[in-house]
């Protein structure tokens, strides 16, 4: 019954790869997120969503692209993979954008070799 | 800017004792300030959170003390224990009604000592 999942949860890959990140969450909220933490553990917004709609795009090389086919899903694809962007990935939702609490997946550990 | 300054980066104490962290924040609009208790190899979990109407929390061992005129706000574990050893993340929104994001502090490392 887990309320945010994403899949995988470690992701290996060769610099020039394209990957993707997937998200699923069943609590009904109209928000998703994407967060990327470095390895000094900070905690940066990439992407907000709201009910299929973008809502904040950060600085985010133009490489990273999100989808969200429904509001229950958001997925991140990643062009011309780097060695900078490994890092893990999280997803969060909530109910609503910012002001409640946010809800998070797992994580994807992605390594770039 | 936006921005939520979190002190200290680390914290040691020992079993017992009471640990406090510490952030400030930018944007005077800000309305919520909640806590996230991050375990190794775990997701960010919210422990506990504050919303301006008020100028504390209390949830069992943990409180959150909110000063507005300040913008500032802080965690406080009393009695604390090896398994509150994690990373705490405070946070705090900027921008307001859609576009309103949640602007994360840098991170506390607190250790237990057993």
């Known amino acids: 019954d887990t309320a945010v999942s994403q899949t995988p949860k470690y992701l290996v890959t060769q610099m020039g790869n394209d990957k993707s990140i997937k998200c699923e969450q069943n609590l009904g909220h109209d928000t998703m997120y994407w967060y990327k933490q470095d390895s000094k553990k900070f905690l940066k917004i990439m992407f907000s969503y709201n009910n299929k709609e973008l809502i904040i795009n950060e600085t985010v090389p133009n490489r990273f692209s999100p989808k969200s086919p429904d509001k229950a899903h958001l997925n991140l694809h990643i062009n011309s993979l780097e060695l900078g962007d490994s890092a893990v990935y999280f997803c969060?939702?909530?109910?609503?954008?910012?002001?409640?609490?946010?809800?998070f997946g797992q994580g994807t550990r992605l390594t770039v070799v | 800017g936006e921005n939520v300054e979190q002190h200290p980066s680390t914290l040691s104490v020992q079993e017992g004792d009471s640990a406090v962290i510490k952030c400030t924040y930018s944007?005077?609009?800000?309305?919520?300030f909640p806590w996230y208790k991050q375990e190794l190899g775990k997701r960010p979990q919210l422990i506990i959170d504050?919303?301006?109407n008020v100028g504390e929390k209390k949830d069992q061992r943990i409180a959150v003390t909110l000063n507005k005129t300040a913008k500032h706000f802080s965690l406080h574990i009393t009695e604390t224990q090896p398994e509150d050893s994690a990373v705490y993340f405070c946070?705090?929104?900027w921008g307001s009604g859609n576009t309103g994001k949640l602007i994360f502090g840098q991170g506390t490392t607190l250790q237990v000592k057993p």
């Open positions: 944007d005077s609009a800000s309305n919520y």
């Open positions: 946070a705090a929104p």
């Open positions: 504050i919303r301006s």
């Open positions: 969060a939702s909530s109910f609503t954008q910012g002001v409640t609490e946010a809800f």
